[in-house]
């Protein structure tokens, strides 16, 4: 069948770091992270959670380790979960030294915010006795607010230039130390300056860069701004792996991450991927109602295909041929697709259950 | 107060084309389209869905023109709308021609299918005459089913190739009959072929850009893949005019082409924009809960202002500053920031209400 070669863009090359079974960098394929929102301490909430991240698809998964009590459960969420661990540590390196013996498979912290450098300089060098990374995570919050320069009023920031600076003064002194095992991360809240930052960060180091963007906001704002500056920056080659940051439950995160990954072109989807029209006045039939059934019932199918459901015969066919299986409707009629040629046509009103039957057969001869 | 200087990207360099009252290209702003799907014939239905098109921000609208029905109505449906008209058009250019003469402000068609040259030539010199503009739209479905290679089996088609090649031809052949009131879009269903297909053209003429994914699918998959391809290609400095296609209700395209917008730094955010975190295990509150609220009430604020509800200590303080006004929990406390300076401290239980009074304070301040 005539496929399309999807163009992908060439990837920055950069150093393979290990996170527990996981690799970042090093020209592997992206990964998509999440971050728990239970109290850490609780436990089984915090497992929970975390096995319905796997679930989802979430590749590895970091928890907040604010206090004693979360330090002291991450040695048993280790042991109750396959993903790799993150602990995320801000303020008290004393909680990043128990959670490398807690045995976590990297550390998350920013530097600029543990008041003193022989306190940094420990985590790096008990990280190393580890073997484990560090994500060092420089975010304009704690950019400006280390600076103090949003008190200056109407001073212009350039808070983009800031952000990587901070940050390649912490790389030369990590490197300083011999320490190499580094992922790093620059995070803004628009999704601009989060391009911005990455952009020159990726041209002046070769660590893996992990994508973000930082209180990126409620559901629809939130998925939208991550879009843009997270596939905008895969679509140029630039990050390593990912994490969309999105208010609720973070399994949305990862669902989010995942599309992200495959509009970029760095993911196969999985299931069955339809491709449908947004409907004009030509088209004759509730296609909105086709698109929901064809949906529903392919949802549960464990195939990897394209389907296309397409309103008209202006692009329609074209677009169906273009996919494994595909209807394009002419009036009431639709025309049923596969491997690029037109097989027969169909009343409307059966045209879901022919697709169906369609992807069925394909699926069978493929396996 | 400090504010950070937003990255934005050097705009590619397109010439002005007049579509009714708005300027596409030269440097305009970004406008946003979307289509109707009613039959266009069905003028009260057409004239309603674009009254609610155009109270969501649509700046230009299109409308099918499949038959005569279509064609008919088009005068009465310019006469009650205050938006450009678009025609959409295929195969029949005696429809383009009808549309031309009721008054149409654009006409978009794709070359490829309307069998003569000299039918295609009457409609570039109709359009002449009457000074509006064309686009020539090159679908990735349709040069696929005019190549026919589809059907060459094991065919390796380099689909982005072929629309940048076809819509080079065809700009040549308006250009030999001197009509120059031309936008260009080549959409495919991928949104790496997308934004391959506008990067290449982009730097081969200086046409002004309509920027869309063809089929993009479902609500969210559309949303995402459209926010990937044309977020980045804006980003990249390309696009003069946008179309988010997705299946169902027009008004959800402007909402998310406006966010789209807003993210690439295109475009002011109308009313509140609310910056929140994911939150972690660090977080107390319920946090959600808050931004829910904080966003149903500032929703109705006809005010232009930024607001950051962050969960947490560690970035929360330096986006909230960054904020115009912002909380940041610390515990069950919410710090209250505005203008960089915190202002003082509230309990969980008011910090919506607070966070309300000062933005008030301040927008009434501001007019």
């Known amino acids: 069948m005539a496929r399309m070669t999807t163009p992908s863009p060439e990837r920055r090359k950069s150093r393979a770091v290990r996170v527990g079974t996981v690799t ?16 850490t301490a609780a436990v089984a909430a915090t497992v929970g959670q975390i096995h319905r991240l796997a679930e989802a ?37 004393d909680l990043a030294l128990k959670a490398i013996a807690a045995g976590v498979d990297k550390v998350r912290l920013n530097p600029g915010n543990i008041r003193r450098r022989e306190d940094v300089e420990a985590v790096v060098r008990a990280a190393g006795h580890a073997g484990i990374p560090i994500r060092i995570g420089v975010n304009s919050g704690s950019v400006r607010a280390r600076t103090g320069e949003a008190r200056a009023a109407e001073a212009r920031v350039d808070l983009v230039e800031l952000m990587v600076a901070r940050t390649l003064e912490y790389v030369a002194w990590f490197e300083s130390l011999d320490f190499r095992e580094i992922v790093l991360s620059l995070k803004a809240s628009s999704a601009m300056s989060t391009m911005a930052a990455y952009r020159q960060i990726a041209g002046r180091c070769d660590y893996p860069l992990h994508l973000g963007v930082t209180a990126a906001g409620p559901a629809e ?95 329609g066919p074209g677009e169906a041929a273009e996919a494994d299986v595909g209807v394009a409707m002419a009036g009431e009629t639709g025309m049923l697709f596969a491997g690029g040629e037109l097989l027969r046509k169909v009343p409307a009103e059966q045209v879901i259950d022919a697709l169906i039957d369609e992807v069925r057969r394909r699926s069978a001869t493929r396996t």
Do not use: W
């Not at 970042?24 to 239970?38: A, D, E, I, L, Y």
């Not at 698809?57 to 993150?86: N, T």
């Not at 995942?258 to 339809?274: D, H, S």
């Open 221 to 315: 704002e939130g998925v939208i701004k991550s879009a843009v500056a997270i596939g905008g920056l895969l679509a140029e080659g630039i990050g390593d792996t990912i994490r969309v940051s999105l208010t609720g439950d973070p399994v949305a995160e990862v669902h989010v991450g995942r599309q992200i990954l495959e509009a970029a072109g760095l993911r196969e989807p999985a299931g069955v991927q339809i491709l449908s029209c947004p409907t004009c006045g030509r088209c004759q039939v509730d296609l909105a109602a086709l698109v929901e059934e064809a949906r529903r019932r392919l949802g549960k199918m464990d195939v990897s295909l394209k389907v296309a459901v397409m309103g008209c015969v202006v692009n």
């Open 57 to 93: 698809g979430c590749q590895i998964v970091r928890v907040a380790v604010p206090d004693d009590d979360a330090a002291a459960a991450l040695a048993e969420i280790k042991s109750e979960i396959a993903l790799p661990l993150v602990a995320d540590i801000h303020f008290r390196s």
């Open 24 to 39: 970042v960098g090093g020209g592997r394929p992206v990964s998509v992270q999440s971050m728990t929102n239970t109290p």
